[in-house]
Nanobody, 128 residues
Framework: QVQLVESGGGLVQAGGSLRLSCAASGVTLDYHNIGWFRQAPGKEREGVSCISSAISESNNTYYADSVKGRFTISRDSAKDTVYLQMNGLKPEDTAVYYC????????WGCGPWQYDYWGQGTQVTVSS
């Protein structure tokens, strides 16, 4: 059974930093594309950052324009954990953040529809 457990969310002032973690069980993250997504109230879920599987030749990384230069995705293969380091946080980054795994396809992409296993989400709130 695949489980993804996010942690690291919280309340932070604008300009601050948080590091989100996503610990996986029942799946080896190295073999799959992994992503961080977020959903703010009244808005659709959007891809924040994704990274291709560690065994792929493409070695792709995606960042939404709104987070480029501020957020960094990384993985710890030994711990089967993926991280999202978020610096320079802005009030518009406020959302529930989810990690997800695409276990069905080797095609690269960061659209939420491509990902089939999801964590429960962690709330990030940035105050102005």
């Amino acid at each position: 059974q695949v489980q993804l457990v996010e942690s690291g969310g919280g309340l932070v002032q604008a300009g601050g930093s948080l590091r989100l973690s996503c610990a996986a069980s029942g799946v080896t993250l190295d073999y799959h594309n992994i992503g961080w997504f977020r959903q703010a109230p009244g808005k659709e879920r959007e891809g924040v950052s994704c990274i291709s599987s560690a065994i792929s030749e493409s070695n792709n990384t995606y960042y939404a324009d709104s987070v480029k230069g501020r957020f960094t995705i990384s993985r710890d293969s030994a711990k089967d954990t993926v991280y999202l380091q978020m610096n320079g946080l802005k009030p518009e980054d406020t959302a529930v953040y989810y990690c997800a795994v695409d276990s069905r396809s080797s095609n690269w992409g960061c659209g939420p529809w491509q990902y089939d296993y999801w964590g429960q989400g962690t709330q990030v709130t940035v105050s102005s």
